[in-house]
């Protein structure tokens, strides 16, 4: 199987999570981002509040999630993989090299779909010979 050769950016691999998630944001451990869904609000400080709470799971897990106007209950957290809930919503958090790839999901999609996804994502990065190009 021929391997091929042509830049991916970090955009390509936000293209992939929906109609799973309905945002989504891959951003490094220092807060910076690296892409973004359209429409959606993510902050550095959001950045680096989530990969500060994966860097200790067993305090992820006795701890909460602010993010936007809501806050969310950390529900299942490891060094790679992070789930918060509130009701219908969800943020879903997967850690790939450096870097973290992001899935917010609401009421108009299935969470665990919305988890796969980010893990699927997070692997394909990963696996992926040379790190992807900014936006």
Same mark, same amino acid.
């Given at each position: &199987?021929? !391997? /091929?050769?042509?830049?991916?950016?970090? !955009?390509?691999?936000?293209? /992939?999570? #929906?109609?799973?998630?309905?945002?989504?944001?891959?951003?490094?451990?220092?807060?910076?981002?690296? $892409?973004?869904?359209?429409?959606?609000?993510?902050? $550095?400080?959001?950045?680096?509040?989530?990969? =500060?709470?994966?860097?200790?799971?067993?305090?992820? &897990?006795?701890?909460?999630?602010?993010?936007?106007?809501?806050?969310? /209950?950390?529900?299942?957290?490891?060094?790679?993989?992070?789930? +918060?809930? =509130?009701?219908?919503?969800?943020?879903?958090?997967? !850690? +790939? =090299?450096?870097?973290?790839?992001?899935?917010? +999901?609401?009421?108009?999609?299935?969470?665990? =779909? +919305? /988890?796969?996804?980010?893990?699927?994502?997070?692997? &394909?990065?990963?696996?992926?010979?040379?790190? #992807?190009? $900014? !936006?």
């Amino acid at each position: &199987m021929q !391997k /091929l050769n042509f830049p991916i950016t970090f !955009k390509n691999y936000i293209e /992939l999570l #929906p109609p799973h998630c309905v945002h989504s944001v891959i951003f490094s451990a220092d807060g910076a981002i690296w $892409s973004t869904s359209e429409g959606w609000t993510f902050t $550095s400080e959001d950045g680096q509040t989530i990969s =500060k709470l994966m860097e200790n799971p067993e305090e992820a &897990m006795r701890s909460s999630l602010e993010l936007g106007q809501r806050t969310y /209950l950390v529900v299942y957290a490891d060094n790679d993989t992070l789930v +918060c809930r =509130k009701r219908e919503f969800g943020i879903m958090v997967a !850690k +790939c =090299k450096m870097d973290f790839v992001l899935g917010y +999901c609401d009421g108009t999609v299935d969470p665990v =779909k +919305c /988890l796969e996804s980010v893990q699927r994502v997070a692997e &394909m990065i990963r696996k992926s010979s040379r790190h #992807p190009q $900014s !936006k």
